[in-house]
């Protein structure tokens, strides 16, 4: 399987900052990287699709970037609704695995 | 509108089974791929099993493979997972998700998703 880590596991923020989220891969996988926020007690909610697409109704404040096994995850500006865990996601692969999660709260 | 409602989640012994349905409305749900995606309780999002638009081609983790069983019926708008000899460890609310795929490739970025369904495994 296509091992996925994510850093930091957690950071504190202002509003008005600019957020930097990593992820990487065991192996190349291409473009086939998709972000997901997920907020407690809901689903989660993708952002962004293959590497940097940003998903239809998501602000353009997020963006992604990235290729092979390196990948960014940029929020620009943190609004007060962006506090929320983040999670990285391989479909390279048929058998999807998940990044362990980076946690955004309010500093 | 999209809706995935999730049902089935419920309180289990080890060794038990369980079967989750997620009803699907608002799309054609026979020309989308399924998947289900489990979170254990204070923990991250763990990909669980697929199945294609047509239920001919199906996938599982190592982790509930012999164990579980994805499937679908078109005509009922649902899916369905059939999970037998239940343990502790799969404690976790699941979610339904669908995916597109054309005939040469899937992409399998998480559009849609249901609420969650709770599966508790404990005695």
């Known amino acids: 399987d296509i091992q996925m880590t994510q850093s930091p596991s957690s950071l504190s923020a202002s509003v008005g900052d600019r957020v930097t989220i990593t992820c990487r891969a065991s192996q190349s996988i291409s473009y086939s990287l998709n972000w997901y926020q997920q907020k407690p007690g809901k689903a989660p909610n993708l952002l962004i699709f293959a590497a940097s697409n940003l998903q239809s109704g998501v602000p353009s404040r997020f963006s992604g970037s990235g290729s092979g096994t390196d990948f960014t995850l940029t929020i620009n500006s943190l609004h007060p609704e962006d506090f929320a865990t983040y999670f990285c996601q391989q479909s390279y692969s048929s058998f999807v695995t998940f990044g362990p999660g980076t946690k955004v709260d309010i500093k | 509108e999209v809706q995935l409602l999730e049902s089935g989640g419920n309180l289990v012994q080890p060794g038990g089974s369980l079967r989750l349905s997620c009803a699907a409305s608002g799309f054609t749900f026979s020309n989308y791929a399924m998947t289900w995606v489990r979170q254990a309780p204070g923990k991250g999002l763990e990909w669980v099993s697929s199945i294609g638009s047509d239920g001919d081609t199906t996938y599982h983790a190592d982790s509930v493979k012999g164990r579980f069983t994805i499937s679908r019926d078109n005509s009922k708008n649902t899916l369905y997972l059939q999970m037998n000899s239940l343990r502790a460890e799969d404690t976790a609310v699941y979610y339904c998700?669908?995916?597109?795929?054309?005939?040469?490739?899937?992409?399998?970025?998480?559009?849609?998703w249901g609420q969650g369904a709770l599966v508790t495994v404990s005695s």
């Open positions: 998700a669908t995916y597109h795929c054309t005939t040469s490739s899937c992409y399998r970025n998480y559009e849609n």
